[in-house]
């Protein structure tokens, strides 16, 4: 998927806890949610937190939805809206759903521990 891995900082400080969140990350390959769209989620989480490439543009209203629902979720899940929930519904199933989130979920923490860590490993 190209997804964020976990690189050399968390392996290089804690291997417990690199190896399963580099496991979850791999995971998500298998879950049918379209990899481009997770990429597209993984790129604008690293944009919004560290030093990432710009996202794509969105190119179409599922890219759209999904975009503002990772952009919302990184800012402040509590944020996430009926509305947004709603056209998120209309777009994915239940089980991409869940995919979805967790993945996200994952994108944020590894992208959080990057911007944290950099600075330990420099």
Sequence with gaps: MGSPS?????AALDPHVAGPLEELVQSLDGVGLDQGLLKLCAT?????IGSGALAAS??????R????FTEQYVLDAHGVTDELCAELNAHLS???LAALTTA??????????RAVLKGVME
Aim: negative net charge.
């Design 65 to 68: 939805v999904v975009l503002a």
């Design 44 to 48: 604008r989480v690293e944009q919004m």
């Design 58 to 63: 969105p190119q179409d209203d599922r890219e």
């Design 104 to 113: 996200i979920a994952t994108f944020e923490a590894l992208a959080r521990s």
């Design 94 to 96: 239940a089980p991409e």
């Design 6 to 10: 976990t690189d050399n900082l968390l």
